[in-house]
């Protein structure tokens, strides 16, 4: 059996189902307890073996990109202060896969447009295509 080592994540949409808070926030960012939805996804994925993720976004959506990358200034700030813990847990994030982030060309409507944007980056290998806002939970079989 292939093992299956990339993943699209669609998160161009634009949230109109969640306004307003979405206005100002990628729906994608909206927390779900202590974490973003699109981190769940994530973590997910690299559950599965993905070590890949092209994530196809639109405007206003730096907020994901920054999500997923580190920031030293933040970690040195937490270190200073003693909470290492919470520092670790942020480099975490970032090491948790090799992000690509595309931004989508065209407007967000069907479902097929973010594959055919990370088209390029996928060739003819097997991968995952996910909603950045959609997760499901349960057990492995």
Do not use: W
Not at 18 to 30: G, R, S, V, W
Not at 32 to 50: M, R, S, T
Not at 73 to 95: R, T, Y
């Amino acid at each position: 059996m292939t093992k299956v080592r990339k993943a699209v994540i669609a998160a161009a949409g634009m949230g109109t189902r969640f306004l307003p808070q979405t206005k100002a926030m990628p729906k994608e960012m909206l927390p779900i307890i202590d974490k973003p939805v699109i981190q769940i996804v994530v973590e997910g994925l690299v559950e599965a073996g993905v070590e890949d993720i092209i994530i196809v976004t639109g405007p206003t959506k730096r907020a994901i990109e920054d999500h997923f990358d580190r920031s030293l200034e933040l970690e040195d700030e937490l270190a200073e202060k003693g909470k290492n813990e919470i520092a670790d847990q942020l480099k975490a994030i970032a090491k948790m896969a090799n992000f690509v982030y595309i931004r989508q060309k065209g407007s967000p409507k069907g479902n097929a447009r973010p594959i055919l944007n990370a088209s390029h980056m996928l060739g003819s290998e097997p991968f995952f295509f996910f909603f950045a806002d959609d997760f499901f939970t349960g057990e492995h079989s």
